[in-house]
């Protein structure tokens, strides 16, 4: 079945240190991709997503950029904020699939002032 | 613009009870999945309701069940509870001309005692 790794944590970066966390997917269909990201206490929140290969995702200065050939989407930020420290999640969806949203295990990213 | 909504925001029951978790979608959105996250973990799909029927199942047992009403919003019911329902529980929205793309609550945090 479908399923996405991506690195585990945690990762811990100082402010303004480049940010990179990988993620890889096994897909039978052609999936959308995302990522989420969740704050201590709260539920997820849409980080950006790409629905077809090439496509690049980005907000917040964020990006993540879906390369069909190496079944990945990893996630990137040129300057993170310690703002930044959350649980992040690599997830995709897709119609063979229902639609349901299959998760990453979470890589949680602390950013020291 | 209301975001999700989910009730209660925390729950304690114990071993063998019944328990029903409330989910209103995002102003716009017909379609409603259910998530279980374990402390530590990414989400599970349990199962997605789309004009009040239930479409997919995740591997979640019977004991597991849900509603949807005509005005889009779910019910989760879960009984005979054990311990390890201990969980956030996360409830997610979409529209069905995009269903890939969900939007998460802040979730209902039960403790199985």
């Known amino acids: 079945g479908d399923s996405v790794t991506q690195m585990e944590g945690p990762v811990t970066l100082s402010e303004e240190a480049c940010l990179t966390i990988?993620?890889?997917?096994?897909?039978?269909?052609?999936?959308?991709l995302f990522w989420y990201v969740q704050y201590p206490g709260e539920g997820l929140q849409l980080l950006l997503k790409?629905?077809?290969?090439?496509d690049k995702g980005s907000n917040k200065g964020f990006e993540a950029t879906y390369r069909k050939e190496t079944t990945s989407f990893h996630l990137e930020k040129g300057s993170v904020q310690v703002s930044d420290s959350a649980v992040y999640f690599c997830?995709?969806?897709?119609?063979?699939?229902?639609?349901?949203?299959?998760f990453g295990a979470g890589t949680r990213l602390f950013v020291k002032a | 613009d209301a975001g999700v909504t989910q009730s209660p925001t925390h729950l304690i029951k114990t071993r063998g009870q019944q328990v029903t978790l409330r989910c209103s979608p995002k102003?716009?959105?017909?379609?409603v999945s259910w998530y279980q996250q374990a402390l530590g973990q990414g989400p599970q799909f349990i199962f997605q309701?789309?004009?009040?029927?239930?479409?997919q199942r995740g591997n979640f047992p019977d004991r597991f069940s849900g509603h949807q009403f005509p005005n889009y919003s779910s019910e989760l019911n879960v009984n005979a509870l054990l311990l390890g329902d201990s969980a956030l529980y996360l409830c997610?929205?979409?529209?069905?001309?995009?269903?890939?793309?969900?939007?998460f609550g802040p979730g209902t945090r039960l403790l199985v005692l």
């Open positions: 990988n993620c890889t997917y096994t897909a039978t269909g052609y999936p959308s």
């Open positions: 102003s716009g959105h017909d379609t």
């Open positions: 997610a929205s979409s529209r069905s001309g995009a269903r890939e793309t969900q939007y």
């Open positions: 309701y789309y004009e009040e029927e239930e479409r």
């Open positions: 997830a995709l969806s897709d119609r063979t699939g229902g639609f349901k949203t299959i």
């Open positions: 790409a629905t077809k290969a090439d």
